[in-house]
C-alpha cells in the first residue's frame, strides 16, 4: 500500500449508507475501520467497550489520544466514521490534517430523515434480512424537517471551507454508490490501496424500499414543506464584501468602570468615548484604553467583573454622509489621501482637489455624495479595486467580525443613545451623565440635500444593513 495517507475518515450522517460502506471497505487488504470512534454514546459499537484498549471514558478524557493510538497502533490504513454530533473536539484536527483522507457521504436528506424517524419509531436500525425490514410509516413533520436539513447544510458547509483553505480534496459519493463496485474501488485507489474489492457485501438489506408516498402518513405536508425549500438560492443575497476580523486593537474600555465599547467607524464615536471618559472619572478621553491585543483584552475582562460591552449602530445614510465629509470631501484627512485622490482620477468623484470653498453649494455637496454613494455599492460588491474601509463597511461585516472574538453584549441605536447609555450606567452601578452633542456636518447637513434619490443610493449600497437592521428611510 502506498502511504498516501496515515488515516482517513468517513465524514457522514446517520441513515446515509456509512455501515453498509465501512462493511465493503473492510474487504481491502490493509483497511482496519474503527466504526464511530467518536460517538458520544459509545465507543466503536453500540456493543464494544474499547479501541486499542482505550475505552469510552478514556477517549471522552482525552478525544487526541484515542486519534494518536489509532494512527500509531493500526497495522496498514485505519479509518472512522464522523457525524456532526459526534465529538466535536477532534474534528478540526482532522479536517485540517492533509494525511487524513476524507471520504464525504450523502443521501438524499429527504430520505434519511424518513429513513431515521423510521429507525427510531421501529427500533430497528439494520437490516440483514427480510425479517429486519419495515413497511410502517412515519409523520412527516416540515418544521423539524427543515431544522434537520439545516443542520445538514451547516455541516457540509464547515467541511467545504476546510477542505478550501486548507487546499485539499476529498472523495465525495453519495448512498446509492456505497453499492457500486467500480466507485468503491475507486476509494481504494484514492487511499492508495492495492488491493481491490471483488465482491459486494450482502448481509446488509434496505429496510424500506417504497416510494416516500408510501413510507409517510401524510405526503401532501412533504410536498408543502418541498415547496418552502429554495434549492438553488435563487432568493439569497449575493456577498461580496470581504470578512472583517475581530479588529481587537480598536476596542475601548474604562479602566475602573467595566465598559468596553466596540466601535463602529463613522458613527458617534467621540461621543461615547467623551461619556466613557465621565462615568470613569477621567478628564480626557484619549486616557480610556486601547490597543488591546486578545490575550490583554481576556485580563481586562477577568480584573473587571460584571463587564459589559456594547457598540452603537448608525443609519446608514447618516453614516455614509459623516465619512464623506470627514474624509472625502476633506482633503485635510491625510489618511484618506490616496483614496481620494484615486476617487477624483479613476472614478470621477466629483470633489475639489482642495477643500471646498465658498463657491461649493448646495448641489455640488449633494451631486458629489450622490456619486460617493454609488461608489459605495460597487466597493462594497467586490467591483473596484479600491479597499473596503472600515469607515464605510457594513456595520453588520463589522458586528460579525467582533463576534468571532466575543458577543456584543448590547447594540444600540443612535437615536436612543442618550437612553440607553443611561441604562448601561445604571447596570453597572453608575449614574447618568449627559452626551455631548456630536459635530455639525460641514459645509451642508444630510438634512440640507437629502431627497429620494440619495436614499435609493443609500439603500443600494448597504441592503444588507436595511435589512438586518431593519432601518427605515432617513428622517432627519
Known amino acids: 500500500m502506498q502511504q498516501r495517507f496515515e488515516y482517513f475518515v468517513v465524514l457522514a450522517e446517520m441513515r446515509t449508507g456509512s455501515n453498509l460502506l465501512e462493511r465493503n471497505l473492510i474487504q481491502l487488504d490493509g483497511i482496519e475501520m474503527y466504526g464511530e470512534a467518536y460517538n458520544p454514546a459509545f465507543i466503536h459499537g453500540p456493543k464494544k467497550d474499547n479501541i486499542l484498549g482505550i475505552t469510552k471514558e478514556e477517549r471522552d478524557e482525552d ?18 466514521r464522523y457525524f456532526s454530533d459526534h465529538d466535536p473536539r477532534v474534528l478540526e484536527t482532522i479536517l485540517t490534517d492533509p494525511k487524513c483522507a476524507k471520504i464525504v457521504l450523502s443521501r438524499n436528506p429527504l430520505d434519511s430523515y424518513i429513513s431515521l424517524k423510521n429507525a427510531k419509531d421501529s427500533g430497528r436500525w439494520i437490516s440483514t434480512g427480510v425479517q429486519g425490514t419495515t413497511r410502517s410509516k412515519v409523520t412527516f413533520i416540515g418544521d423539524d424537517f427543515l431544522n434537520y436539513l439545516d443542520d445538514r447544510r451547516r455541516f457540509q458547509g464547515v467541511i467545504m471551507r476546510a477542505l478550501q483553505v486548507s487546499g485539499q480534496t476529498a472523495f465525495f459519493l453519495r448512498y446509492e454508490d456505497a453499492n457500486d463496485l467500480e466507485v468503491l474501488n475507486g476509494i481504494a485507489a484514492f487511499l492508495g490501496c492495492d ?25 401532501d405536508a412533504v410536498t408543502s414543506t418541498l415547496s418552502r425549500i429554495d434549492m438553488f438560492g435563487v432568493f439569497d443575497t449575493p456577498v461580496f464584501e470581504p470578512s472583517r476580523g475581530a479588529g481587537v486593537p480598536s476596542y475601548v474600555a474604562t479602566a475602573n468602570a467595566p465598559l468596553l465599547f466596540l466601535p463602529i467607524n463613522g458613527g458617534p464615536n467621540p461621543a461615547v468615548m467623551g ?37 452603537v449602530i448608525r443609519h446608514p445614510l447618516r453614516r455614509a454622509h459623516s465619512t464623506f465629509c470627514r474624509y472625502i470631501l476633506n482633503a485635510q484627512a491625510t489618511a484618506y489621501a490616496q483614496v481620494r485622490a484615486k476617487l477624483r482620477r479613476k472614478y470621477d468623484l466629483p470633489v475639489p482637489e482642495d477643500c471646498p470653498d465658498a463657491s461649493w453649494s448646495k448641489d455640488d455637496h449633494r451631486n458629489a455624495f450622490l456619486e460617493f454613494l454609488k461608489f459605495l455599492d460597487a466597493n462594497l460588491k467586490g467591483q473596484t479595486s479600491v479597499r473596503v474601509d472600515g469607515s464605510w463597511a457594513s456595520q453588520l461585516a463589522v458586528l460579525q467580525g467582533y463576534s468571532s472574538f466575543a458577543p456584543v453584549d448590547r447594540i444600540i441605536r443612535e437615536e436612543r443613545l442618550q437612553e440607553e447609555l443611561d441604562e448601561l450606567s445604571a447596570a453597572i452601578g453608575g449614574s447618568s451623565v449627559p452626551l455631548s452633542s456630536p459635530p455639525d456636518e460641514s459645509p451642508y447637513s444630510l438634512d440640507d440635500i437629502y431627497d429620494r434619490d440619495v436614499e435609493k443610493a443609500a439603500k443600494a449600497a448597504y441592503q444588507r444593513d436595511y435589512l438586518h437592521f431593519g432601518f427605515r428611510q432617513w428622517a432627519g
Open 195 to 219: 488491493s481491490r474489492i471483488e465482491q459486494l457485501q450482502r448481509t446488509l438489506k434496505p429496510q424500506n424500499p417504497l416510494p416516500t408516498e408510501e413510507k409517510v402518513t401524510n405526503f
Open 63 to 80: 478525544p487526541l489520544a484515542l486519534l494518536q493510538a489509532i494512527r500509531s497502533q493500526t497495522k496498514g490504513l485505519p479509518g472512522f
Open 275 to 311: 461619556w466613557m471618559a465621565e462615568i470613569d472619572g477621567i478628564e480626557d478621553r484619549q486616557e480610556l484604553l486601547r490597543g488591546f491585543s486578545q490575550k490583554d483584552l481576556r485580563g481586562w475582562m477577568r480584573s473587571h467583573k460584571g463587564h459589559r460591552s456594547f457598540t
